[in-house]
């Protein structure tokens, strides 16, 4: 469509672009921004920009952080010897917000999904087993989604990393977190419960 001009059409192309916006909603979006005053505008493209520049994947959990190792892997407080696996970044800050957790964590950024064309090899598999070789962990918590795709990459770290013979607790959170949920969006208290009273894997 050639009823705005390039530019104008240039911006409701990378609005479309993003996850769940149709072409109404890039529209609507590009259309919000072209009338912002200039700084507003301005500060949307800095905030882009500078969060892709500056935010890495911690070292250790790769987590996102601005500074490596972030802010849990580097905590004096924190119980290094107990990894929480999570999916994504937001599922560790769903964890964080229950309060219910002083442990470590470890970021998968993803679950198998063959469906989606996701295989482990997509995903901080070789990271969380170079972890279980070089720190002294005492129990990995398998906390991915209560969904098809998040037991499915559970149980194939289970199958993973048993046979290694690493003297290491697994274990798999509890039900108490609805199955299909998405665990960014589970409140607090289920999500602590489910934590609380996890079981053996
Ligand atoms: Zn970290």
Redesign the pocket.
Known sequence: MNYYGGYVNRLIDEFAKLPGIGAKSAARLAFYVIHQPPERANALAAAISEAKNNIRF??????L?DS???????GAKRDHGTILVVETPQDMAAYEKTGEYHG??HVLHGAISPMNGVSPKDLRIKELLARLNEENINELIFATNPTAEGEATAMYLGRLIKPLGIPVKITRIAHGVPVGADIEYVDSVTLGKALFFRREF
Request: hydrophobic fraction near 30%; include cysteine; proline fraction near 6%.
């Open positions: 911690c070292s250790v959990c790769c987590n952080t490596d190792p972030c802010f849990v892997c580097a470590a964590y």
